[in-house]
């Protein structure tokens, strides 16, 4: 084998493991995000579900919100 395949030879492989390195990355921040994201919707209806019971339904919520937002 020569030098120069050789080289070329190398320098396929490097570029093989790069890209399965980079899709495995890819791979990990996409099930991360999908993951938090995912356990997120259920949080926010929980605290909207609280908001609701803690003030005494849908028109004192918009109001307390209301108050919040304005300050008053």
Excluded: Q, Y
């Amino acid at each position: 084998m020569t030098h120069a395949s050789l080289a070329k030879s190398i320098n396929r492989t490097r570029v093989v493991a790069k890209e399965t390195t980079d899709s495995k990355i890819s791979t990990g921040a996409l099930a991360t995000f999908g993951t938090i994201s995912t356990l997120m919707g259920p949080w926010a209806v929980a605290c909207f579900i609280g908001a609701l019971l803690s003030t005494g339904g849908p028109i004192a919520l918009a109001r307390t919100w209301i108050s919040a937002v304005t300050g008053g």
